[in-house]
């Protein structure tokens, strides 16, 4: 988590997403195109639905909505912490 407009969680054990299973996922700062249709409001409320449409365009690797929706709840929470400090500043 060295770079301020990118943090990395890591998983132990690794989360399963889709078929795959990661143990590093990057998190990086959206764009404000990135956040069009997104409620900030929501986003920082940790509303699932913002977080997986956010997160399916500033994560890397990169995960479709579908993808997201299927991730255990704990991962969307531990994805969706960095992005809100980002976009907090912290």
Avoid: C, H, W
Avoid at 23 to 45: F, H, M, Q
Avoid at 66 to 83: C, F, K, S, V, Y
């Amino acid at each position: 988590m060295a770079e301020k407009n990118k943090k990395t969680v890591s998983f132990d054990p690794p989360i399963k997403i889709g078929e795959e299973e990661y143990k590093k996922i990057e998190v990086r700062t959206p764009n404000a195109g990135e956040l069009r249709g997104i409620s900030i409001t929501s986003l920082l409320n940790f509303e699932a639905g913002a977080l997986i449409t956010a997160l399916s365009r500033v994560s890397n690797p990169s995960f479709s909505e579908m993808e997201l929706d299927q991730m255990p709840a704990n991962g969307l929470i531990a994805l969706g912490t960095p992005m809100v400090e980002i976009l907090l500043g912290e």
